[in-house]
Structures are given as C-alpha cells and as structure tokens.
Nanobody
C-alpha cells in the first residue's frame, strides 16, 4: 500500500481559496486512482473528487462541482485539490485516498482540517 500525507488545510473565510496537497510514497503512484473525501463532525464521510491514473478523467461530488478541481503530478507523486469559493459547509477533515479502481480505495492519509468561517 502507498503511504499518503495531506497538507494545506487551515482556516479560511467564506469565498476564499485553499489548496490541499497529498504526497504519496512507497508505491507506484501512477498505478493508483486518487481521490479526496471529507468528513464533517457528526456526518458520514463524503466523496469530494477523484482522478484516474493518467489524470485524463475526473469526477466531483455534487456539493463541490464548479468550485473544486483535482489534479495530479505522476512525476512528483502528488495529488492536489484546489478549493475555490469556499463555504462554511465545506468545513471538514479532508482525506486523500488511493486505490486500484474507481470504487475501491485501500490507502488513506491521516487527514487535514479545513475550517471555513467568518
């Protein structure tokens, strides 16, 4: 399994932007589908975005479409989540995940907190 470490979380105001990064090590990064998920207090984990191995296809959860963009760099072994027009309801712990297919993620990072508040 690949080891994942997220960074870039923090406190933002509504309308601000944040960029999350996830660094991968210990595996063949280009062989993994990569995803971002989030979990707010008292809520179930929610799919945010995913990107295929070569980066040619992406998908987003309905709540973030048009505001968030996922990208990857298979040379640097990183996946990023650009978050624009942040809303208070985006507040959550964001997790990076890797897996062998679009619907299976078997490696997870420790999470990074994103708080959107005025």
């Amino acid at each position: 399994q690949v080891h994942l470490v997220e960074s870039g979380g923090g406190l933002a105001q509504p309308g601000d932007s944040l960029r999350l990064s996830c660094a991968a090590s210990g595996g063949t990064f280009g062989s993994y589908v990569m995803g971002w998920f989030r979990q707010a207090p008292g809520k179930e984990r929610e799919f945010v975005a995913r990107i295929t191995r070569g980066g040619g296809s992406t998908a987003y959860g309905d709540s973030v479409k048009g505001r968030f963009t996922i990208s990857r760099d298979n040379y640097k072994n990183t996946v990023n989540l650009q978050m624009n027009l942040l809303k208070p309801e985006d507040t959550a712990v964001y997790y990076c995940a890797a897996g062998p297919s679009l619907d299976l993620y078997n490696s997870w990072g420790q999470g990074t907190q994103v708080t959107v508040s005025s």
